[in-house]
């Protein structure tokens, strides 16, 4: 069974840091690109940023303006999103996927881990 279990959320103010862990599991993660996508109250999934399955190329939304850095180690099966800087229009729920550009429609993803910035 494939599982993807995002954790590292939490309520942060704003200008702080967050880490984020996907732990993957019921499939050869190391074979996948992999997303982070997020989707903030009555708005839809907003693609964030992917990794190639062997981490060699990243790509991010334009609209992140360098805030934040996927990682991920094949060999723990885990995949990462450092934010930094974070803004209050950062709060929302934070979902890792399989695949490049994950808008949650096709593929896989877990339940999500809450994000909130706010003072």
Known sequence: E????????????????????????GFTFGSYDMSWVRQAPEKGPE???GIT???DYRYYAGSLKG????SRDNAKNTLY???????????AVYYCATGLHSVLTTGY???????TVSS
Request: glycine share 18%.
């Open 67 to 70: 805030r934040f850095t996927i």
């Open 2 to 25: 494939v599982q993807l279990v995002e954790s590292g959320g939490g309520l942060v103010q704003p200008g702080g840091s967050l880490r984020l862990s996907c732990a993957a599991s």
């Open 81 to 91: 999103l450092r934010m930094n800087s974070l803004k209050p229009e950062d709060t």
């Open 109 to 115: 993803w877990g339940q999500g881990t809450q994000v």
């Open 53 to 55: 399955n062997g981490g």
């Open 47 to 49: 693609w964030l940023s």
